[in-house]
């Protein structure tokens, strides 16, 4: 059984996927959820030229909060224990470490289908890095296709 469960979340309607496949569990006494949500770093932006100003780092920091308070909230109602993690820099190494670092049993994420094959294979994806990562089980929450 998951003890320790590690949502990633970001916001988007995929992540949003995931934290509904959270919910979908059995709500178990002592069963640990963390939602980590990774703001990214902006230095890449820094490097190839491009300036990014404190105030827009500050307000996408401060919306990114609010949108995990409120998964956060969606998964409380439900009866589970949640501690949420606001976290700085690349996700797939914040995650990874992150996973280690709290023991997780069990990562859920969600994954973007609508991306054309050739796109994943060439620049690769967020989700097949983290495969290579975790040594944790991983759950892909996707949406459920069209009837």
Known sequence: MYR???VAFDGSPESRLAVDECAHLITVSGREIHLVCVVHDPSPY????EFVPEPALAVDRSRMEADLKEAAN???ERGFSVTTHLED???VDVISKLCERLGIDLLI????RSKKFAFRWWRGSIDSMLIERVRCSILIAGDTPPT
Do not use: D, N, S
């Open 46 to 49: 820094l490097l190839a030229g």
């Open 4 to 6: 320790r469960i590690l």
């Open 109 to 112: 994420v969600g994954h973007r």
């Open 74 to 76: 969606r998964l409380t």
């Open 89 to 91: 820099g690349e996700p």
